[in-house]
């Protein structure tokens, strides 16, 4: 009996060693780092444009002639076409306004593609502008990069 006790306790370290350098718990240890690395992508972008920095703010997205802006307007591709939209639409830190993240929810589909949902928000009296946007991301050299933005804008609140 003693010897069945010492084999089963032998067996349960030897399956908790195995779990622990296994590839599903090096896997999920990976996306929460991708994911962190993600936000922090995004947190950047917020400070930059904030500070009014567009040429900051894009170096979260892919420098490629292969980015997309899709929105409600149609679709932009191009890095250089993507900031001179934003450039257009915010010519100035005023006019840019104050930019936050809610609802923020980065999904790492695998070590080189992921995806983020959330919600922006623009303080910009009178309007405050909001919206919905999907981000897709794509793990380069350099780090994690926006390839694809999809953002809807919610309809304006009108006054009564």
Not at 35 to 46: D, H, M, N, P, S
Not at 56 to 77: H, I, K, L
Request: aromatic residues 12%; glycine residues 8%; neutral net charge.
């Amino acid at each position: 009996m003693k010897r069945a006790w010492i084999c089963a306790a032998i067996l349960v370290m030897v399956s908790a060693l195995w779990v622990g350098n296994s590839p599903l718990t090096a896997a999920a240890a990976g996306n929460a780092a991708d994911e962190a690395a993600i936000r922090k992508v995004l947190e950047g972008q917020a400070a930059e444009w904030n500070r009014g920095d567009l040429d900051a703010f894009m170096t979260g997205y892919w420098n490629s002639p292969d980015v997309e802006f899709v929105s409600g307007g149609g679709v932009t591709r191009g890095y250089a076409d993507v900031l001179k939209r934003y450039k257009q639409g915010y010519p100035t830190q005023e006019k840019m306004g104050k930019l936050t993240f809610t609802d923020l929810e980065i999904h790492v589909e695998c070590a080189t593609s992921a995806y983020a949902v959330g919600q922006f928000h623009l303080e910009l009296p009178p309007d405050n502008p909001t919206g919905w946007f999907t981000l897709n991301f794509r793990k380069f050299k350099d780090g994690w990069k926006v390839v694809v933005d999809h953002t809807s804008s919610a309809p304006k609140k009108t006054v009564q």
